[in-house]
């Protein structure tokens, strides 16, 4: 009796440290650092990161049923992609949850002051007393029924004003506010549409908080959008209307202002910067994606390159993201530098088919033509992991350190891999080097965390996970692998409040797998639920 305890026992703590592997994840190379260049070469807008927030609103429950705009907003989130943005997708929110994603948005992502947002909304709008403007959630009564409803309606709604209040509250350089909805403006300074289109220059990298919307007071949103589909042509390049490589905010407006009646007359977009004199004088800037430029690296426009950005919460290595995007358009000389990017978008595709071995090949090619290329040793190096083989992927981490000593993703990456060979030592050190790189990359406490725990220093582990979870309290990760931290130190108690509150983060971000495993572990601790 006494041995099948003791093996119950050894099973419960081995299934701990095994599963703690979930927050050690590898560094996404989705996210990519933006220079913007003039006419004459000179930087004048630089974006650390890009993020976006796409939420749909189309089953409501006292509506009209929005039943395309799942497809739409799917297609928004591909083509922000395109443009270098890591985006998470929202689907149906209720009030409560609409106002939570927000926020939590801002938490993670507002207060970089050099980061790049946007927030795209796709759903019905109201307009109260002529003026008053609100996002509609799934569960919002239609105030126009009777006077109950109202007042449940303005439980619900999101009030424009609170948008305002974020816009206001957010620290980075430029935010875009996107809403495929119909309801009064007052909240931002309306565009004529009439203005003249500029260049880059540099007064737009000034603050600045941009709103666009699908129509104006007492008009609906159709069942199928047309509003969509064009701003998604105006992001891809449509709206450069100065052909200088970029669509700017206010190229977005104008083109909307100007084209959507050609489609609808029953929807007028709106578009125009926010009321205050500290925020409305720059203006967001995206790449012309269908720019013959753009397709090479050396292109004196436009540069981008990996910057850190939190890790999966699986084990799997994240897609890398093309450095450019290339255009189907014949080149009848390329040069050297555009071959190795066109070798290394190709070994991109392959990646995020699957296909490692083929994705290996062409970043060889890429490096052979082009010696330094940092982010073709990383995503080589990737796909070795992707492999097993994580020698190989320490050694191209390791050459992508040397060519770009600041690169905290390839640390992480490295430091992965290193746990892999059980060298917890060597990878604490390497996520040490992420963290002085960037100390509010909560991802890299994690990761620390989790080696620390495996190496047996459960408070250390613990002191790393309490740091992630205070940059993003919303870090279901953290609280699992804390929880698993606090069990081997006996602390029941404090195990079963982390399972629970990973749990719950688990459910709210859809993460199925996750939530299961955190309901396991409540279970192995005598907890139903």
Known sequence: MKNSIFKGLNLL??????????????????????????????????????????????????????????????????????????????????????????????????????????????????????????????????????????????????????????????????????????????????????????????????????????????QRVPAKSVFTPLFIRALEGEADYTRDGYVTGNELGLYLKQNLSDYTKTQTPQFGTIRDPDLDQGDIVFRDLNDPALVATNSSRLTVNPSPVETNSNRSQPSPTPVTTPQPQPQPSPSPQLTATAFYNS?????????????????????????????????????????????????????????????????????????DLKDYQAAIADFNQAIKLKPDYAAAYTNRGVSKGKSGDYQGAIADFNQAIKLNPDYADAYYNRGNSKYNLKDNKGAINDFRQAAKLYQQQNNQERYQNSLDRLKELGVSN
Not at 19 to 36: F, N, P, R
Not at 372 to 400: E, H, P, V
């Open 13 to 218: 703590v081995l299934m701990g440290v095994a599963l703690s592997l979930i927050g050690l994840g590898v560094a996404k190379a989705q996210v990519s650092s933006l220079k913007i260049t003039d006419a004459n070469g000179k930087e004048v807008i630089f974006y650390q990161e890009s993020h976006a927030l796409v939420i749909w609103a189309g089953d409501y429950q006292y509506w009209d049923k929005l039943n395309n705009i799942e497809n739409e907003a799917n297609d928004v989130v591909d083509a922000l992609k395109r443009q270098g943005f890591q985006v998470k997708l929202v689907s149906n929110p209720k009030g409560q949850k609409l106002r939570d994603e927000i926020q939590g948005f801002i938490n993670n992502h507002g207060y970089d002051q050099n980061n790049r947002l946007v927030i795209f909304f796709a759903g019905h709008g109201h307009t109260r007393k002529k003026t008053k403007g609100y996002l509609v959630p799934i569960d919002a009564p239609d105030p126009a029924t009777n006077r109950q409803n109202e007042q449940d309606f303005l439980k619900v709604a999101l009030d424009m004003d609170q948008v305002e209040s974020w816009a206001k509250q957010v620290d980075a350089k430029h935010v875009l506010f996107v809403f495929d909805s119909c309801f009064s403006g007052t909240i931002f300074k309306q565009r004529s549409g009439k203005e003249k289109p500029l260049y880059v220059q540099s007064v737009m990298n000034k603050p600045v908080r941009q709103f666009l919307t699908a129509g104006d007071a007492d």
């Open 347 to 419: 070994g991109v595709d392959k990646y995020n088919a699957g296909d490692y071995q083929g994705a290996i090949a062409d970043y060889n090619q890429a490096i052979k033509l082009k010696p330094d290329y940092a982010t073709a040793y990383f995503n080589r190096g990737s796909s070795k992991y992707n492999l097993g083989d994580y020698q190989g992927a320490i050694a191209d981490y390791s050459q992508a350190i040397k060519l770009n000593p600041d690169y905290a993703e390839a640390y992480i990456n490295r430091g992965v891999s290193k746990d």
